[in-house]
């Protein structure tokens, strides 16, 4: 999980989180909503995609997670926990739409763009990357274009949740950090060493970011129980987001500009779908449980389990929701693909 980089990863990285926050100061510029994320996501994609080497070196990569989900837990107070015993029906929903997308969207990809019936299963997966691609070059499947649309939802995705929570009335201001007193430098530095530790026995068991959800736990732990109060530095809280959005566009570094043009339109057309059947699982969990609209939308979002997490934050929904959410909907993905592709290779 953390290891000695090397000094070219490390001028990756410094070169990579260079044209991150251009990206962040651009979108800040012109208005963009949830400019620390959006930002360095377009730009970063457009750099990757023009021919420059990005990257985020891996133990830079866990270690701002770690550092995001303190700064994420540090929004729970003693009341954020009321809702818990309503999650259970939400989660059943969650289920039946990751079904149902995998479902549609992989038809979609094999009658409308010519994908293979596994390889199109595959890139209809709403997350779980790395375990799509695991996957896919077990089967020898069309691993490139599998890739090429996942990143093309991810991106997408980042792009359009914040113009759908518009849509659905959420005020979109310039604050995007939590207020409040600001947390001393020893609680910090005790959350720290708390969710690396977390951290790790998360790693153990195969949780997907296993820093960012460990990080999460313990601030949450230490804020709910008011043991540590007050909220991350804004400039570090600030560095960790524009981190999470540089590490988007990241994903299409070596991608050539072929590769995406032959699967921008079935990227787009996938998520666009994925996107409706989010929205719609996500009515009768409005309803039922009496929860925000845009909150939901963010927990089901097919998005990455980083950037949806830190989305929900900025959007103020509960992070312990959204966080649990997204870490159900990869474990579920666990189940599902290979089901899916099994299904296949027996017919």
């Not at 133990?59 to 995001?68: D, E, G, I, S």
């Not at 691993?143 to 939802?153: A, K, L, Y």
């Not at 007193?181 to 530790?197: I, K």
């Not at 057309?269 to 996107?275: G, N, R, Y």
Request: charged share 10%.
């Amino acid at each position: 999980m953390l290891s000695r980089p090397t000094p070219d990863s490390l001028r990756i990285t410094a070169q990579t989180l260079i044209v991150g926050g251009i990206g962040a100061a651009l979108a800040e510029m012109i208005g963009a909503p949830i400019a620390v994320l959006t930002g360095p996501a377009l730009v970063v994609s457009l750099a990757a995609l023009a021919g420059l080497r990005t990257g985020i070196d891996d133990t830079v990569r866990n270690l701002v997670f770690l550092l995001v989900g303190v700064s994420i837990g540090s929004g729970v107070d003693s009341s954020a926990t009321d809702a818990m015993l309503r999650w259970p029906l939400a989660f059943a929903v969650l289920g039946v739409m990751l079904w149902t997308t995998i479902l549609f969207c992989g038809r979609l990809l094999h009658h409308g763009f010519g994908l293979d019936r596994r390889s199109a299963y595959l890139a209809s997966a709403p997350g779980h990357l790395s375990f799509v691609v695991g996957l896919s070059a077990g089967l020898h499947l069309d691993t490139t274009r599998i890739v090429v649309i996942q990143s093309v939802r991810l991106l997408a995705l980042t792009l359009t949740v914040p113009a759908i929570a518009l849509a659905f009335g959420f005020e979109l201001t310039g604050q995007v950090l939590p207020n409040g007193l600001p947390l001393a430098w020893l609680d910090l530095a005790a959350l720290l060493m708390g969710g690396l530790t977390l951290g790790y026995a998360l790693d153990k068991i195969g949780l997907p970011a296993p820093l960012l959800i460990g990080g999460m736990i313990t601030s949450s732990l230490g804020h709910a129980t008011e043991v540590t109060p007050g909220v991350m530095a804004p400039w570090l809280s600030y560095a960790g987001l524009m981190t999470v959005g540089t590490l988007i566009g990241a994903r299409f570094d070596g991608i050539t500009r072929a590769a995406l043009a032959t699967s921008l339109l079935a990227g787009l057309t996938v998520t666009s779908l994925t996107i409706f059947i989010a929205m719609v699982a996500a009515l009768p969990v409005v309803y039922a449980l009496d929860f925000d609209p845009t909150h939901v939308l963010i927990a089901f979002a097919p998005g990455g389990l980083e950037t949806m997490i830190a989305m929900g934050v900025v959007l103020g929904a509960n992070p312990g929701f959204v966080a649990a959410a997204h870490v159900a909907r990869l474990l579920l993905l666990t189940i599902l693909l290979p089901a899916f592709v099994g299904r296949i290779k027996r017919a």
